[in-house]
């Protein structure tokens, strides 16, 4: 079985729903307390063992490149100043066995056009896709979300979804599947479908951002036409699969939270401002002595 080594981050999104913001930057970019989003996600790629990062990036997505690559400057007068801390948290960014790769979208058309963007630099293995906007975190002291994936794809050999419950009124804004259960946290998929009304979900088990592919998925998506919302869904290149291939849905452990919605966002900030190491405790108090 072929292990995990790339990595495709889908970041050519105009990110609409936080203007002003990112007018002139990109949504990726946005920090959740001192990190940008992008970043929290390709650490999970990276400490689930993967070191190929591929961005499918868009224009004004400059900073995505700049924030992964070596800060000569910044560096030196780091070093020069003696701050060294410093100087190993900006290096740490980009370690030596990391490789990124970035390549166009040239045209909005949808995650299973950027996606299939992302096709020729895959080597023709099982990859895995992680949708930014989903800042996921696996349990204290767990593995995390995409770790568990992998060692779920490990045992099963073939592609694997993450999946969370989501009330029924939200199942519109999802990839909702359907299965039968085949192990612990694990569905064999029999349906999927993108962004379903609620009268027509086969379930409410929602398609979380992270995905282990196999690389049939690109014929599948080359083949379909355009889905949910006029676009070219990833979503759909899946069902296809289906016909041909195993595909599981794993529940994983941990949390989801949406920071493509300013409420996910908020909701993400505060949370991971109380877990951070130098400001949490004072972060803390500080919103105990609100009076809401
Ligand atoms: C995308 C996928 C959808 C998935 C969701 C998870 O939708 O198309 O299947 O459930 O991400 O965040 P988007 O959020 O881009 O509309």
Not at 89 to 117: I, K
Not at 139 to 152: S, Y
Not at 165 to 194: C, F, N, S, T
Not at 209 to 234: C, D, M, N, P, T
């Amino acid at each position: 079985m072929n292990k995990i080594n790339t990595a495709v981050f889908p970041v050519a999104g105009l990110g609409t729903r936080f203007l002003p913001a990112t007018k002139a930057n990109p949504k990726e970019m946005l920090p959740i307390v001192d990190k940008p989003l992008i970043q929290y996600a390709v650490e999970e790629a990276y400490e689930a063992g993967i070191r190929h990062m591929v961005f499918v990036t868009g224009r004004n997505k400059r900073s995505i490149e700049d924030h992964f690559d070596t800060a000569y400057e910044l560096e030196s007068e780091l070093e020069a100043n003696g701050k060294t801390a410093m100087l190993e948290l900006v290096r740490s960014l980009a370690p030596a066995d990391m490789d990124c790769t970035y390549v166009r979208q040239a045209r909005a058309l949808g995650l299973g056009h950027a996606v299939l963007c992302a096709e020729h630099l895959t080597n023709g293995e099982p990859f895995a896709v992680l949708l930014a906007d989903d800042l996921m975190q696996g349990e204290a002291g767990g593995p995390n979300v995409l770790k568990q994936m992998v060692q779920a794809y490990e045992r099963l050999g073939n592609s694997v979804i993450a999946v969370q419950e989501v009330p029924l009124d939200h199942v519109k804004r999802y990839g909702i599947v359907a299965g039968v259960a085949d192990g612990e946290r694990l569905l064999k998929v029999q349906h999927i479908v993108e962004k379903p009304s609620p009268e027509k979900a086969p379930s409410r088990l929602a398609v979380a951002g992270r995905y282990i592919l196999s690389h049939a998925v690109f014929g599948h998506i080359r083949k379909q036409g355009k889905g949910a919302g006029g676009e070219l869904q990833l979503t759909d290149g899946i069902a296809g699969l289906l016909a041909d291939e195993a595909v599981h849905a794993y529940t994983y452990l941990g949390k989801r939270y949406d920071c493509g919605s300013k409420e996910g966002f908020l909701e993400a900030t505060i949370e991971l401002a109380l877990q951070h190491p130098e400001v949490g405790e004072s972060f803390r108090s500080y919103l105990k002595s609100l009076q809401l």
